[in-house]
């Protein structure tokens, strides 16, 4: 029998498929067959599971107390402890005898330690979170090698996980995967948006009952409307043939001769001819953190002025806007080694890592761009490049100022550079208010609306539970867009809106109306998009918006757009 379940959709594409799981570390699943398991084999890996586990404790170690001194150091001694504690160690070879797999054997061999701390009083209750601490790591460094290779999926797979982290997604092949659902996550999180790039059907945040589907099982992943079907019937099967807008290759404008451009999001190298394909103006945001997820050292100098050049090479005439590092946030690196932070939203990310003192990622990344933006031929695309997360004039300025000095280290060395285009993005209240100081230092402010709403509206990109609040259509996110655009024209500087808002095609003569002069958006839809924009009357579009912006609720703003 058919089932039907409704998350979140986030690619207007549908794809049937079997399921292939994703599991988290400690979601291990039922056990085996006794008889299957190898014991040797099991011990052999808690062995070396528990070695690498003591190295990584005692890096940790030292690094701690570098950073904080030898008290706060100490708990690594504790983890180290429990790692060879008898108790917990002849727990697990015991329970591998008994004919248990590895991970199943650590698990169970922490339970009873964890609960006798659990039922003791104080300090010596969060004894427990250390020994949970210890047991992941554990289960962490015994399962890697065993998870599902999402580079190596079968042909028509549909992946299943609880969520998708933005480098297990960098990993999917869109050529061999039907589409993904995940329990949670949210429209503007980074699988989503990677999921619409590469044109695979995705549902996510569909919740728990998502967990009994199992493996093998026939699903219907509806990225459209947002629903999963368990056993699709042809009435269900019959949604994935839905007709595809024309692609447009030209430039667009509307009825009345405003040019709008449409270009493309990408994060990959793999996306630039997917964008091409969909007609894209160009690129309006390169997400370059993806070059330096899933390995072990950023790129250097050389990979990434062969990457971006590879972008300008696949736009002829057009621009490439290219976005310096965004780390942090829900995309962090663990090779760079950052502190772990309570609020990482809140924390070290975007310009403020590329500024930190203690890296030189910022100067080699530019370095890079300024090569790349050096041979610009008249064939290829023209470079420009924008900064993220900036929320003062002070962090633009310092910006800007690094852009100065690797041009003359460029021309004291004498290699050939050129100084790119340069802008900002536009994501935080803060920006929104320094906009017009922000516009006269640059050529052109672009609105990433995934973060503005999230910052604007105090609601996560990530949280399933304020998914409702996380909504541009909130008139204080229309209003904030309005604010900027009319800073960047007023300092002669274009405005463009690289976030997921702009790729909504019921929401562009709003945009339009709303006098953005670029839209950037996942590739595949780039031709509803332009197909919007030559049925738009500026001048409507303008009074229509200035509708929209006295509205008081979102409810109101809704009722305008579908008038
Ligand atoms: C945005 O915040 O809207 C944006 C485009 O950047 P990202 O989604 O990569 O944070
Ligand atoms: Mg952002």
């Known amino acids: 029998m058919t089932t039907e379940l409704s998350g979140t959709g986030v690619t207007p594409r549908a794809g049937v498929g079997r399921v292939?799981?994703?599991?988290?570390?400690?979601?291990?699943?039922?056990?085996?067959?006794?008889?299957?398991?190898?014991?040797?084999?099991?011990?052999?890996?808690?062995?070396?599971?528990?070695?690498?586990?003591?190295?990584?404790?005692?890096?940790?170690?030292?690094?701690?107390?570098?950073?904080?001194?030898?008290?706060?150091?100490?708990i690594f001694d504790a983890h180290r402890a429990f790692l060879d504690d008898p108790e917990i160690t002849g727990g697990i070879e015991a329970a591998i005898e008994n004919g248990l797999p590895a991970p199943h054997a650590i698990r169970r061999a922490f339970e009873d330690p964890i609960a006798r701390f659990e039922n003791l009083e104080g300090s010596m209750a969060e004894r427990a979170d250390d020994l949970r601490d210890v047991r992941d790591r554990l289960l962490r460094l015994v399962t890697d090698g065993d998870r599902t290779d999402l580079g190596d999926l079968p042909n028509g797979s549909i992946l299943v996980a609880e969520r998708l982290t933005p480098s297990d997604t960098a990993q999917?092949?869109?050529?061999?995967?039907?589409?993904?659902?995940?329990?949670?996550?949210?429209?503007?999180?980074?699988?989503?948006?990677?999921?619409?790039?590469?044109?695979?059907?995705?549902?996510?945040?569909?919740?728990?009952?998502?967990?009994?589907?199992?493996?093998?099982?026939?699903?219907?992943?509806?990225?459209?409307?947002?629903?999963?079907?368990?056993?699709?019937?042809?009435?269900?099967?019959?949604?994935?043939?839905?007709?595809?807008?024309?692609?447009?290759?030209?430039?667009?404008?509307?009825?009345?001769?405003?040019?709008?451009?449409?270009?493309?999001?990408?994060g990959t190298l793999a996306e630039l001819d997917a964008a091409a394909e969909q007609g894209a103006d160009g690129i309006g945001l390169f997400r370059t953190e993806f070059l330096f997820l899933d390995r072990d050292a950023p790129p250097d100098e050389q990979e990434q002025y062969e990457a971006y050049t590879a972008a300008l090479t696949a736009f002829p005439g057009e621009r490439v806007v290219v976005r310096t590092l965004d780390v942090g946030g829900d995309k962090p690196i663990p090779y760079l080694d950052a502190p772990a932070e309570?609020?990482?939203?809140?924390?070290?990310?975007?310009?403020?890592?590329?500024?930190?003192?203690?890296?030189?990622?910022?100067?080699?990344?530019?370095?890079?761009?300024?090569?790349?933006?050096?041979?610009?031929?008249?064939?290829?695309?023209?470079?420009?490049?924008?900064?993220?997360?900036?929320?003062?004039?002070?962090?633009?300025?310092?910006?800007?100022?690094?852009?100065?000095?690797?041009?003359?280290?460029?021309?004291?060395?004498?290699?050939?550079?050129?100084?790119?285009e340069l802008g900002v993005m536009i994501e935080t209240p803060g920006s929104v208010f320094a906009a017009e100081a922000l516009a006269q230092r640059v050529s052109f402010l672009s609105i990433g609306t995934n973060d503005l709403t999230q910052y604007v509206m105090a609601a996560s990109r990530e949280n399933d539970r304020t998914a409702d609040l996380h909504d541009p259509l909130y008139p204080a996110v229309l209003r904030a867009i309005r604010r900027t655009v009319t800073a960047a024209h007023d300092g002669d500087a274009w405005v463009g809106m690289c976030g997921e808002m702009a790729g909504d095609p019921d929401l562009t003569e709003l945009l339009v109306?709303?006098?953005?002069?670029?839209?950037?958006?996942?590739?595949?839809?780039?031709?509803?998009v332009k197909a919007n924009v030559g049925n738009i009357d500026t001048e409507a579009a303008r009074e229509r918006a200035e509708r929209v912006l006295d509205a008081e609720t979102r409810e109101t703003v809704v009722e305008l757009l579908s008038a």
């Not at 008889?35 to 701690?64: C, G, I, K, N």
């Not at 996510?204 to 093998?216: K, N, P, S, T």
């Not at 310009?351 to 890079?368: E, P």
């Not at 109306?513 to 509803?528: K, V």
């Open 20 to 74: 292939v799981w994703y599991r988290g570390t400690t979601d291990l699943g039922d056990p085996p067959d006794p008889t299957t398991v190898d014991p040797e084999e099991e011990l052999a890996a808690f062995e070396s599971a528990q070695e690498a586990a003591h190295e990584e404790l005692e890096r940790e170690r030292e690094r701690t107390r570098d950073r904080l001194g030898e008290d706060e150091a100490e």
């Open 172 to 266: 999917l092949d869109p050529d061999v995967l039907a589409g993904f659902a995940t329990i949670f996550g949210g429209r503007t999180s980074h699988a989503a948006i990677f999921a619409r790039s590469l044109g695979i059907p995705a549902v996510v945040g569909v919740g728990d009952e998502l967990a009994q589907v199992g493996d093998g099982r026939e699903l219907l992943v509806d990225g459209e409307d947002g629903t999963v079907v368990i056993d699709p019937d042809d009435d269900a099967r019959s949604r994935i043939s839905d007709a595809e807008a024309a692609v447009v290759a030209e430039h667009v404008s509307t009825a009345d001769g405003r040019e709008i451009e449409v270009a493309a999001n990408v």
């Open 513 to 528: 109306g709303l006098g953005l002069d670029e839209l950037s958006m996942s590739a595949i839809t780039i031709p509803d």
């Open 342 to 420: 309570e609020n990482p939203f809140l924390g070290v990310r975007g310009i403020r890592r590329s500024l930190a003192s203690d890296s030189d990622l910022f100067d080699t990344q530019l370095r890079a761009l300024l090569r790349a933006a050096g041979d610009d031929e008249d064939a290829d695309g023209s470079l420009a490049v924008m900064f993220p997360l900036v929320v003062t004039v002070e962090e633009l300025d310092a910006a800007l100022s690094r852009v100065e000095s690797v041009a003359e280290e460029l021309a004291a060395e004498g290699i050939d550079y050129a100084i790119p």
